[in-house]
């Protein structure tokens, strides 16, 4: 059944009001209680490379959806669980360097950057130059960080990094999504941003995209004073991250009915 686009959104706000962060065992329980600003991202299933992005906001003591919903493009593979807030104790693909997936699980997001000149004062952006890349050689003492090779003080150990000043225009926005950063371990994943999409429906290679304008939204909302995070998950594994049965029915209804 399709429900009309205002009773979902309807259903969303109510089953927010009932969000219980504090009793999940599964999470990790520093970020709980200073979070509150949610990027959610839930796709159909594992291999699905599309998906839907909601905005979240702590209002007092509610939680509130901000803006409508969009579409989104991941891995052209899907999803994998990643490295993050979350546990890892669940079934699933693990996500892994040039496996096309893009992370699910519960992530910081850290600070912008872009080609692009942008001035923002509640959270971090940093206009890209030439001589700045992102290091995706597991081999490397650099790997999984953003490293200026204009610096005297670097030594170039890799192989391979990502280039993030591209004349592509996908990142004339990006957000540093936090996945497998605060224990970095070679292999399992690096340079995870939402960025700009190539075209709708084109997925991207691990990242998460989307039109250029919601990426500069999101840039412009985000306050990295209520510590942000984004949730990315396949609609059946919602119950992971411990969110009330009613929003994981709007979510899911929002996915469904979407991404036809």
């Known amino acids: 059944m399709n429900l009309p686009f205002s009773t979902i959104l309807f259903r969303f706000s109510v089953g927010l009001l009932c969000f219980q962060w504090v009793s999940s065992p599964l999470l990790s329980d520093d970020w709980q209680s200073n979070c509150q600003q949610i990027v959610a991202v839930v796709t159909e299933d594992w291999e699905s490379a599309r998906g839907r992005l909601c905005t979240l906001e702590k209002s007092g003591t ?8 969009i579409p989104v493009t991941v891995g052209k593979k899907g999803l994998g669980w990643g490295l993050g807030l979350h546990a890892l104790d669940r079934a699933g693909p693990l996500k892994r360097e040039g496996d096309k997936r893009a992370p699910a699980g519960l992530f910081r997001l850290e600070s912008g950057f872009g080609t692009k000149l942008l001035v923002i004062r509640k959270f971090g952006y940093r206009r890209t130059t030439a001589t700045d890349f992102w290091v995706d050689d597991p081999e490397s003492l650099h790997y999984n960080r953003w490293v200026d090779t204009g610096s005297r003080n670097l030594t170039r150990d890799w192989s391979s990094a990502e280039v993030l000043r591209r004349p592509d225009n996908i990142y004339d926005y990006a957000i540093v999504v936090g996945h497998n950063r605060d224990s970095i371990i070679p292999g399992r994943g690096s340079a995870i941003f939402l960025h700009a999409w190539f075209g709708e429906g084109i997925a991207t290679i691990g990242c998460t995209a989307m039109p250029m304008e ?15 995070v984004l949730a990315q998950v396949p609609a059946a ?13 709007v979510l899911e209804s929002l996915t469904k009915s979407t991404l036809r």
């Open 62 to 69: 509610q939680w509130v959806a901000v803006g409508t919903p």
């Open 214 to 228: 919601n990426v500069r939204s999101l840039l412009e909302w985000l306050d990295r004073a209520k510590r942000p």
């Open 237 to 249: 594994e919602l119950k992971y991250l411990n969110l009330p049965v009613e929003t994981e029915f």
